[in-house]
């Protein structure tokens, strides 16, 4: 078992990941209640007790909801860059300073044989960020609230083994929607969220190598079905001429009220 993941929660209801190597548990994201986080652990047979730390993509509500009252809850060091911690200080509250931890993006830090690197995203936040985490030879890429896939982003994502990618929505269902015409731009624009197609588009210059499995995340359930997500991105594939056989290569899924099992990467 040298790295494994679980994603507790994903959407704009909460996002929340638990990512594992042999010697060291981390949370990714705090964007339910604390006390469901707690629940969601405990459904995973894990607890707050045996994580070592979280790291914080950005500052939006959906990503640090709970934070401030779970990490103080159980006394864990939070990591975030400079700036992040700047737009959360007032969502968050309290962190005692020893626990307060700079992260500054596009860096790698090690906690016992997780190697945690942050890079740089296009979203509308302050200086959001995704990660990747490596340990015993495997890598798994967490990449939601993606305006834009940029080829420093695409570099970055090379070489997974298994990633978490955006799917938010479909972008006729969209277009045709009920939210309003500002919000549909800011979701559409580039920094804002990746839709089916960008998603596939992306997989197309990811496939090449090592990817086994990707987890469609972030989906609207205003704007998105998890079959439709799974399909336009295979019509995608398929029309660049990617066509696998389940065993080398899977769409899972994610879901905004329940964890996924366990994933083993190796
Ligand atoms: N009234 C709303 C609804 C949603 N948003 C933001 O739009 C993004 C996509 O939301 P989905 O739930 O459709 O995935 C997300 O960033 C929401 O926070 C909004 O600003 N106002």
């Known amino acids: 078992m040298g790295l494994r993941f679980t994603v507790l929660g994903s959407g704009s209801t909460g996002n929340a990941t638990v990512v594992s190597s042999d010697a060291a548990t981390v949370l990714i994201d705090v964007g339910l209640s604390g006390k469901k986080i707690d ?16 790291f914080v993509t950005h500052e939006h509500s959906d990503h640090i909801k709970g934070l401030g009252a779970f990490a103080r ?87 997974s ?14 277009r045709m929607g009920r939210y309003p015409w500002n919000i549909k731009r800011r979701i559409l624009g580039d920094t804002g969220h990746l839709s089916n197609e960008a998603a596939g588009d992306a997989l197309c210059r990811l496939l090449t190598g090592s990817l086994r499995r990707v987890y469609l995340a972030h989906l609207s359930q205003e704007h998105n079905l998890m079959d439709l997500a799974k399909l336009t991105v295979n019509t995608v594939l398929e029309s660049n001429g990617f066509f696998y056989h389940k065993h080398e290569f899977a769409l899972c899924d994610t879901y905004h009220d329940r964890p996924t099992p366990w994933d083993i990467i190796k």
């Open 39 to 54: 629940e969601l652990l405990k459904e995973r047979e894990i607890s707050g007790e045996d994580l070592d730390a979280i």
């Open 73 to 159: 809850k159980h006394r864990l060091p939070v990591y975030a860059n400079e700036r992040t911690w700047g737009a959360m200080a007032r969502i968050v509250g309290d962190i005692p300073e020893p626990n307060r931890k700079v992260l500054p993006t596009d860096s790698v830090m090690e906690i016992a044989d997780l190697r945690i690197e942050s890079y740089g995203i296009s979203h509308d936040a302050v200086e959001p960020v995704g990660y990747c985490f490596q340990a015993d030879g495997a890598k798994l890429s967490l990449a939601t609230d993606l305006g834009y896939v940029s080829d420093k982003v695409m570099k970055q994502l090379q070489n």
């Open 161 to 174: 083994d298994v990633m978490v990618l955006e799917s938010n929505h479909d972008v006729d269902m969209l």
